[in-house]
């Protein structure tokens, strides 16, 4: 004998469809989801040609201590550090700005270009364009409000270059103009690096990003010059010079390292809430209810009920069928004697003509005596006949006691 299942068909066929989609669509996010490692931005992470993990891996090879700055995971320069803030959004939040105020020693790389990404190389950009100096201006006049942005050709020489490597352009030099910047690569035409300095604190901008981008490092002399630029930053005399790349300013999400912390994240807690789910199901499929466990069923059944099944199964099984029904027209004839009040030393056929008196009346077309007539004893009449005669006996009783159709319209 087979258990009923705990669900119906309908409910069944929803849980194992709701499950397969939540399944199908984790493993799409799984493969297919967005990535620190795969993305084109202009972070240390980032192996595009807007990226800087090539500036990244630059330092560590010289043995420059670096790090990253991320969400949830702050790391902040030592004393002779450097907080090195790489082409932000003019969109920087409030803990930005401040921190960028807050730092001694920053170097602000301004934006230069957008990019498309490639959809066959994820990590690839398809194709790049200049941003309106506007847009970027915005992200400049946080250190000086009166800076001015200018795009051209590269100098033929610097007037002032306190790094001492000259670095190579690409297709033109974006350059800044500023009265409270003091240049430390400069010319006529503008600043490449400008400082601002008050009191301990130094910020540095550098308004053309190409010279570190990951395209940028592999022409002429620029890796010599991205080094040279992070070694002038730093002081060694103080501390090891901790070179911090801010990447919060980016979105970029300090990396949990902890498998339990993984799976309440995003993607993972879909496969935590698939397994919460499933042990649900496997509970509630494997209790069939709860409360006080249900009493055994009685071994036999004494009711009045069990009685009548009983007594029913015997007589069918000892064969008797002519004799209850031929007994039960006769105790319906009786009964209806008594309701009417028939003289008691009548035997059942006299009853029957007594009754069928009452019965013409009352307008009974049927009468008693003729269907006690056909069940009789000693007739050979078939079980179908005593049947009827059964039936007919009962329909006779009932239009006697409460009258013919005609004579209760209403009832």
């Known amino acids: 004998m087979t258990e009923k299942s705990p669900f119906s068909g309908p409910i069944l066929a929803v849980l194992i469809a709701g499950a397969t989609a939540i399944f199908a669509l984790s493993m799409l996010l799984m493969v297919n ?21 090539g500036l990244y891996e630059l330092a560590q090879r010289f043995e420059i201590p670096v790090a990253r700055s991320r969400i949830n995971g702050i790391v902040a320069p030592d004393e002779s550090g450097l907080l090195v803030m790489a082409e932000p959004s003019s969109s920087l939040s409030k803990d930005d700005i401040i921190r960028l105020g807050r730092e001694s020693n920053v170097l602000l790389v301004l934006p230069k270009r957008w990019a498309l990404s490639d959809r066959a190389k994820p990590a690839w950009i398809r194709s790049a364009a200049p941003i309106d100096l506007p847009w970027i201006a915005n992200t400049a006049r946080l250190v000086d409000p009166r800076l001015e942005l200018t795009r051209g050709a590269p100098p033929a020489s610097w007037d002032r270059n306190a790094l001492h490597v000259d670095p190579s352009f690409d297709d033109g030099a974006q350059l800044i103009k500023s009265d409270e910047l003091t240049p430390i690569v400069g010319s006529r035409k503008g600043m490449l690096i400008g400082e601002k300095r008050d009191g301990e604190r130094r910020i540095w901008i550098l ?41 919060t300013i980016h979105g970029m999400v300090n990396v949990v390292d902890s498998p339990f912390k993984k799976l309440f994240q995003f993607p993972y807690v879909i496969i935590l809430l698939l397994a919460l789910a499933a ?133």
């Open 207 to 247: 308004s053309d990003p190409d010279i570190i981008e990951n395209h940028g490092l592999t022409k002429g002399r620029n890796a010599e010059f991205a080094l040279a630029l992070l070694d002038a930053m730093r002081d060694l005399d103080v501390g090891e010079g901790k070179v911090v790349f801010d990447e």
């Open 279 to 411: 042990t649900a199901l496997l509970f509630w499929a494997t209790t069939s209810r709860f409360g006080k466990p249900r009493l055994a069923p009685p071994a036999f059944d004494l009711g009045k009920g069990r009685l009548i099944t009983n007594t029913a199964s015997l007589l069918d099984r000892a064969g008797h069928h002519a004799f209850v029904m031929r007994r039960y027209v006769r105790a319906t004839l009786r009964d209806v004697g008594r309701l009417f009040h028939a003289p008691r030393q009548l035997d059942d056929e006299k009853l029957a003509e007594w009754l069928d008196k009452i019965g013409e009346a009352r307008g009974l077309e049927s009468k008693a005596s003729d269907v006690l007539a056909r069940a009789a004893e000693g007739k050979n009449t078939s079980l179908t006949g005593l049947f009827q005669a059964t039936r007919d006996i009962h329909e006779w009783k009932e239009a006697i006691c409460d009258g013919t159709a005609a004579r209760r319209p209403n009832r």
């Open 33 to 53: 989801g967005s990535s620190e490692d795969q993305s084109y931005s202009t972070t240390t992470k980032s192996l595009s040609a807007i990226g800087h993990a």
